[in-house]
């Protein structure tokens, strides 16, 4: 036997083939003996680090810079979130940027993914099996309950004797239909969870390949999608349809032996969730619980230097994005309250809107070009070219999808509109009834998606917040509230939601903030000295910042515990 592909041999150097392993490079990943060693560093192109063999792994892969050959990325730039060589730390590409140690990024990244890996194995797999189950559970009850309904049809059809024997076939057929398609319904449903289950099964192995490996690009560019599989599927379920017997009478057989009724299938969106929040409360969906201040406090101010700002984004917890009538978009960093970047709009007019994207890119709607746009690297890319549509709000959703408030040039009429990437996913119109659910015209609308994926958009026109679920059907309309404060009609603008799936609109006419909660209840009003707040957004510790439009500048009020 070749002692080579003897699969009782111990591991044989990569170069010699021959000896036994007893080092290896973490660079190239390769196994050496002693002997081959020199060799291998021979290679002066890449910075080898050679261990023991028990040590392998034990080196972090720095990422390749790729603009500098030979050198190695130390340093990460969070604004272009690229790494980065000293060479590059030193060019003026980079300036005013935050700079982190990429080695931070390794451990933030390695933690959010061991999260990740922890939540789909422990919480997610185990509610998709028990899904499976209940599953199978229904096929096997199918049996009985159409048994049940069949005997019942052939016992009261031996009591009208042969002459009705084709009718009482005809309903079984009837029966045995319905049951084909309640089993259909039902295995395909199955079918679709077990899918699921394997693409989860599929996705911790993934992760934990990753966690397992040492190169940090793969860490850096991973991509965290645990999101999409916390959306549990619906129930689908149907109720068995009963058979009425009729006694005999001189009427023609249809309608004296008996009706069966129809099938009825229901699908219940959210019917799992409960299973998630029992095996996971900590999971996306459920946030821990915050009351709203009684006493909200206003922690810092920004002068934009606007002449009207009307709009604010937030990147992070330390720098926004602010927009006005200029076409300059401005990066300020809250606490020095100094300019950080500016971009410029391709059209010299001031943006309809402004959002950011889930890896920090901003996003502005042009309504003079009927475009919207992405800034990657300071470039500014076309992702939407309307045609007869000019956009009014945009925001980012939690699953990646853009969403656009956009009016018709032609009649007027306006809608909602998901795109993924720059392509066309789901319309928002009309409701139940084949009404607008918006306004007509180029009124301002707003737009945010909650927690619990509903659509908010704040209609300036119409003086309401309107609410639809994730299919687009509609659930409210708040129209402010009639009282002694409020001495002008109800002006919404700016809208943006929180952790508690509140919904916070700017009230521009009567000086104020409206908070309502994700059913259209209304909860406090936060003045806070503002006058004619216009934008709103909220950072990820639900920090609200406000932009007013008269006085241009941008308040951070903190007002939940």
């Known amino acids: 036997m070749d002692p080579r592909t003897s699969a009782q041999d111990v591991m044989r150097c990569d170069l010699c083939e021959t ?34 063999f028990q040590s392998r792994k034990s080196t972090l892969l720095h990422p390749q810079c790729a603009l500098h050959d030979k050198k190695r990325c130390d340093m990460y730039c969070e604004q272009c979130d690229i790494p980065l060589c000293s060479a590059c730390i030193v060019s003026e590409n980079h300036s005013g940027h935050k700079i982190l140690e990429i080695i931070e990024i390794y451990h933030t990244k390695k933690m959010e993914i061991e999260k990740e890996n922890e939540e789909m194995r422990k919480s997610i797999y185990p509610i998709y099996e028990d899904i499976a189950s209940d ?13 049940g309904i069949a005997t019942t049809i052939t016992n009261h059809g031996e009591e009208w004797h042969r002459q009705i024997d084709k009718l009482v076939n005809k309903l079984k057929a009837e029966v ?51 999101a999409k599989f916390r959306k549990l599927p619906p129930i689908v379920d149907a109720s068995f349809p009963n058979f009425t017997p009729i006694k005999f009478q001189e009427e023609p057989f249809q309608q004296l032996f008996g009706k069966l009724s129809s099938l009825s299938l229901t699908s219940e969106e959210y019917g799992y969730n409960s299973k998630l929040q029992q095996i996971s409360p900590e999971a996306g969906s459920f946030p821990p619980i915050k009351k709203i201040l009684d006493e909200p406090e206003i922690v810092t101010t920004i002068d934009t230097e606007y002449e009207n700002a009307n709009g604010v984004a937030c990147l992070s917890e330390e720098q926004i994005w602010t927009a006005g009538n200029s076409s300059s978009i401005k990066l300020f960093n809250i606490n020095q309250g100094s300019i950080l970047q500016s971009i410029t709009t391709r059209s010299g007019n001031g943006p309809s809107a402004i959002a950011v994207t889930k890896n920090g890119e901003l996003v502005y709607a042009d309504k003079s070009n009927r475009n919207v746009n992405i800034v990657k690297n300071k470039k500014i890319e076309e992702v939407i070219k309307l045609q007869n549509w000019a956009p009014l709000g945009v925001c980012y959703t939690s699953s990646g999808d853009l969403l656009v408030t956009m009016y018709s040039d032609e009649n007027r009429k306006s809608k909602v509109v998901r795109f993924f990437g720059s392509t066309e996913k789901q319309t928002i119109q009309i409701d139940d009834k084949g009404q607008p659910l918006y306004s007509n015209g180029s009124f301002t609308k707003y737009i945010s998606e909650n927690k619990n994926l509903d659509i908010c958009v704040s209609d300036w026109g119409a003086n309401a917040v309107v609410v639809v679920n994730q299919a687009g059907k509609l659930r409210f309309r ?24 509140h919904i916070l609109t700017a009230d521009c006419n009567n000086h104020r903030v409206h908070i309502i ?32 439009i008269s006085t241009s500048k941008v308040k951070k009020i903190k007002y939940l515990h």
Do not use: W
């Not at 259909?184 to 966690?211: G, P």
């Not at 708040?478 to 799936?501: H, M, V």
């Open 19 to 52: 000896a036994v392993v007893q080092m290896h490079c973490d660079t190239c990943l390769v196994n050496l003996c002693k002997a081959c060693v020199g060799e291998h560093i021979s290679d002066e192109s890449k910075d080898h680090k050679v261990v023991k």
């Open 135 to 147: 599953a199978e559970k229904r096929i096997s009850q199918l049996d009985k309950g159409y048994e």
């Open 176 to 226: 045995d239909n319905m049951k084909a398609i309640h089993k259909a319904a039902l295995e395909k449903h199955r079918a679709e969870i077990n899918q699921r289950i394997s693409d989860i099964d599929d996705k911790i192995r993934k992760l934990t390949k990753l966690l397992e490996s040492n190169d940090i690009s793969l860490f850096t560019h991973h991509n965290i999608t645990v």
């Open 478 to 501: 708040y129209t402010g509230l009639i009282s002694a404060q409020n001495k002008k009609e109800f002006s919404p603008y700016g809208i943006t939601t929180d952790s508690q799936s």
């Open 517 to 548: 909660d994700q059913d259209g209840q209304f909860l406090r009003y936060l003045y806070c000295g503002l006058n004619e707040p216009f934008g709103l957004c909220t950072d990820t510790n639900d920090n609200l910042f406000v932009a007013q």
